[in-house]
């Protein structure tokens, strides 16, 4: 009986071997972007409560466009995905255009709302009990920063168009040294101008927008040049900008599964932030603490979140190829180590859950309250690891429309609706209402299992 879960479930080392050195450049490269945040975070809430609140509910929207872009290429990165592992360069020159051009028109249409909305969105955030004095400041400093990061916007999905393919293609250094090297800018420039050193202004919030932009576009250009300048390794962008021609019946087919997955990003994004703000009816302490918390879970969820990501890849590859077996086998393989690994990264999350919220110059009940809410966020790791490799099974085989359903019903059906009810009709405290929706994931972790078990997601999309 071991022996048979040992075989279904672990691999060999050379398994292992392949499988780290694909995925170790990816969760590096997204450690260190959230890294930057984490610094960013620490540096903000140095200056302030109200700016780092400020900041905080910023994030949360810049978050939504963020996941939005990663929708956007990620339809096409189903077909990229699979095209690369036929081999044909062809169909990945195609995808590329279709990235670009949809990205483009996302990146205009969330630039013009954070624009012309910026008060609107921001107040969605501040609560009518917390004085007056602190709302107006939060507003101010949101305003603020929010009018700097729209500038980032475009190096950001630019960037993110090229990355998808590049990592396609199995080449996960170049994006891992386009993010250290943003980093390195990014933390001397917050340090340069959010608190005015060397001569330079002391432009607190401002100064944080300005380095994170700065940081965006240093990236971008990294992962750019190096596609056009090793053409061998990225044949698909050879004559990629000669016309924008796409086929027809391919256009409709990435629409097709491509439309599901970024309304399923863009809704389960905006659903996120949704129940951040049934949390924030509890007052503007609890977005800090939230804040602090999630600066924290993020930058360590990197490793089950890009493990989920390169089970998209590689399985999608077996597919595109028609290793049908072997694409089942891996993906139960890649399942198990991804919680396993989740529940490795849960265990050094707990011990810094009091630590953590003490580099931040703000009150000791929301330096308490986020300690609370690291512990509740590390317990939960294993179950997020588990949906989202789940999500990335789906995925490698184009069943888009049951990742819909999947993310995109369970936040709205489940998470949502729970939050809603808890912060608004009841008196529940704040720490037993988050845990509640937290842990309401369980109820994800049943679905995804009998959908994965089901082999629904099995499936050739570039066959012909």
Same mark, same amino acid.
């Given at each position: /009986?071991?022996?048979?879960?040992?075989?279904?479930?672990?691999?060999?080392?050379?398994?292992?071997?392949?499988?780290?050195?694909?995925?170790?450049?990816?969760?590096?490269?997204?450690?260190?972007?959230?890294?930057?945040?984490?610094?960013?975070?620490?540096?903000?809430?140095?200056?302030?409560?109200?700016?780092?609140?400020?900041?905080?509910?910023?994030?949360?929207?810049?978050?939504?466009?963020?996941?939005?872009?990663?929708?956007?290429?990620?339809?096409?990165?189903?077909?990229?995905?699979?095209?690369?592992?036929?081999?044909? $360069?062809?169909?990945?020159?195609?995808?590329?255009?279709?990235?670009?051009? +949809?990205?483009?028109?996302?990146?205009?249409?969330?630039?013009?709302?954070?624009?012309?909305?910026?008060?609107?969105?921001?107040?969605?955030?501040?609560?009518?009990?917390?004085?007056?004095?602190?709302?107006?400041?939060?507003?101010?400093?949101?305003?603020?920063?929010?009018?700097?990061?729209?500038?980032?916007?475009?190096?950001?999905?630019?960037?993110?168009?090229?990355?998808?393919?590049?990592?396609?293609?199995?080449?996960?250094?170049?994006?891992?040294?386009?993010?250290?090297? !943003?980093?390195?800018?990014?933390?001397?420039?917050?340090?340069?101008?959010?608190?005015?050193?060397?001569?330079?202004?002391? /432009?607190?919030?401002?100064?944080?927008?300005?380095?994170?932009? !700065? !940081?965006?576009?240093?990236?971008?250009?990294?992962?750019?040049? $190096? +596609? $056009?300048? $090793?053409?061998?390794?990225?044949?698909?962008?050879?004559?990629?900008?000669?016309?924008?021609?796409?086929?027809?019946?391919?256009?409709?087919?990435?629409?097709?599964?491509?439309?599901?997955?970024?309304?399923?990003?863009?809704?389960?994004?905006?659903? /996120?932030?949704?129940?951040?703000?049934?949390?924030?009816?509890?007052?503007?302490?609890?977005?800090?603490?939230?804040?602090i918390s999630s600066t924290m879970t993020n930058l360590f969820g990197s490793v089950y979140i890009q493990l989920g990501a390169c089970i998209g890849i590689i399985v999608g590859a077996k597919l595109g190829a028609n290793k049908i077996k072997e694409a089942r086998i891996i993906d139960n393989k890649l399942l198990f180590f991804s919680v396993a690994a989740a529940i490795a990264v849960a265990a050094m999350v707990l011990p810094l859950a009091k630590i953590f919220p003490q580099f931040y110059q703000t009150e000791d009940?929301?330096?308490?309250?986020?300690?609370?809410?690291?512990?509740?966020?590390?317990? !939960?790791?294993?179950?997020?690891?588990? +949906?989202?490799?789940?999500?990335?099974?789906?995925?490698?085989?184009?069943?888009?429309?049951?990742?819909?359903?999947?993310?995109?019903?369970?936040?709205?059906?489940?998470?949502?609706?729970?939050?809603?009810?808890?912060?608004?009709? +009841?008196?529940?405290?704040?720490?037993?209402?988050?845990?509640?929706?937290?842990?309401?994931?369980?109820?994800?972790?049943?679905?995804?299992?009998?959908?994965?078990?089901?082999?629904?997601?099995?499936?050739?999309?570039?066959?012909?």
């Amino acid at each position: /009986m071991l022996r048979k879960i040992r075989e279904k479930f672990i691999g060999d080392k050379l398994f292992y071997k392949n499988v780290l050195i694909m995925v170790v450049p990816m969760i590096l490269q997204n450690l260190v972007t959230n890294f930057v945040s984490l610094i960013d975070n620490i540096m903000v809430g140095q200056i302030g409560t109200e700016q780092m609140n400020g900041v905080s509910i910023v994030n949360q929207f810049i978050f939504v466009f963020n996941i939005s872009i990663f929708g956007t290429v990620a339809g096409p990165g189903i077909f990229g995905a699979q095209f690369f592992g036929k081999g044909d $360069h062809e169909g990945q020159r195609y995808t590329f255009r279709f990235r670009i051009l +949809t990205v483009t028109m996302i990146i205009a249409i969330c630039a013009a709302v954070f624009y012309f909305f910026d008060d609107q969105l921001i107040s969605l955030f501040i609560s009518n009990e917390d004085a007056p004095e602190k709302n107006i400041a939060t507003l101010k400093y949101g305003k603020e920063y929010m009018f700097i990061m729209l500038f980032g916007l475009l190096p950001f999905g630019i960037g993110q168009a090229y990355s998808s393919v590049v990592r396609e293609c199995g080449e996960t250094r170049i994006p891992m040294v386009g993010a250290i090297s !943003a980093v390195c800018i990014n933390l001397l420039l917050d340090y340069v101008l959010i608190f005015g050193k060397f001569g330079f202004p002391e /432009m607190g919030v401002k100064g944080a927008a300005i380095a994170t932009v !700065a !940081a965006k576009f240093i990236e971008a250009f990294i992962i750019i040049l $190096h +596609t $056009h300048t $090793h053409t061998l390794k990225n044949k698909y962008i050879i004559g990629a900008y000669r016309s924008f021609k796409i086929p027809t019946e391919l256009t409709l087919r990435m629409i097709e599964k491509g439309v599901p997955l970024l309304l399923n990003e863009f809704l389960w994004a905006a659903g /996120m932030s949704v129940i951040a703000q049934c949390y924030s009816v509890r007052g503007l302490d609890v977005v800090a603490a939230r804040n602090i918390s999630s600066t924290m879970t993020n930058l360590f969820g990197s490793v089950y979140i890009q493990l989920g990501a390169c089970i998209g890849i590689i399985v999608g590859a077996k597919l595109g190829a028609n290793k049908i077996k072997e694409a089942r086998i891996i993906d139960n393989k890649l399942l198990f180590f991804s919680v396993a690994a989740a529940i490795a990264v849960a265990a050094m999350v707990l011990p810094l859950a009091k630590i953590f919220p003490q580099f931040y110059q703000t009150e000791d009940n929301i330096r308490d309250l986020a300690s609370y809410m690291i512990i509740i966020q590390a317990l !939960a790791m294993p179950l997020w690891s588990y +949906t989202n490799a789940c999500y990335f099974t789906l995925r490698s085989g184009g069943k888009t429309g049951i990742t819909f359903l999947f993310d995109f019903g369970y936040t709205f059906l489940v998470m949502i609706p729970l939050a809603f009810l808890l912060a608004y009709f +009841t008196q529940m405290n704040i720490r037993l209402l988050f845990a509640v929706v937290t842990f309401s994931e369980l109820i994800k972790v049943v679905i995804g299992y009998f959908m994965v078990k089901s082999d629904v997601w099995i499936n050739n999309i570039v066959d012909n």
